[in-house]
């Protein structure tokens, strides 16, 4: 039985590949994609969310929008990295639409209460920390949560000692 699970995320480079990564596994089903401000601004994340379920054939994969920006400190994008179009400079066709009646923390406060599934966040934890003030229940019902973050002896890629998703 394949794992279900959520991924949220502020698609850049490397999120945009860890979700063709995923849309690609047979070990996991994903429920849906939420969209966080980080590497991008939540809009030109959306947008290249939707790029990368275009070229996966999988625009059946539902995304929410969650947070605009961080809990405690000012917004700082990370597209001096990503290039102005969050993807490296590709410039792949925008994809027209998509939009949900919900925004990302309704939709896991939904999920989770529902069942229990596992929750892959590459990006801030912005939606997390929302989910837990609104809903610690449906938050104590994720079955696993994987976090892409930090760094082991090496300086941070925000700040000398802190890496951009913890920062």
Not at 19 to 48: D, H, R, W, Y
Not at 120 to 147: D, K, M, R, W, Y
Request: include cysteine.
């Amino acid at each position: 039985m394949k794992r279900k699970v959520i991924i949220d995320c502020d698609p850049g480079i490397d999120d945009s590949l860890a979700l063709m990564l995923a849309l690609s596994s047979l070990e996991i089903k994903v429920l849906g994609i939420t969209i966080v401000c980080g590497n991008a601004p939540l809009q030109l994340g959306f947008a290249n969310a939707k790029k990368v379920l275009r070229h996966m054939n999988r625009l059946d994969v539902p995304i929410y929008l969650g947070a605009d920006k961080p809990l405690q400190k000012p917004f700082c994008d990370a597209l001096d990295t990503h290039g102005s179009d969050g993807l490296g400079e590709s410039y792949l066709e925008e994809v027209a639409g998509y939009e949900q009646n919900i925004d990302a923390v309704s939709f896991l406060c939904e999920t989770l209460t529902k069942e229990a599934c596992s929750i892959i966040a590459l990006g801030p934890l912005t939606n997390l920390a929302h989910l837990i003030q609104q809903n610690a229940a449906a938050f104590a019902n994720i079955e696993q949560l994987v976090s892409m973050g930090g760094s082991y002896k090496a300086h941070g890629n925000c700040s000398p000692v802190a890496e951009y998703n913890y920062w």
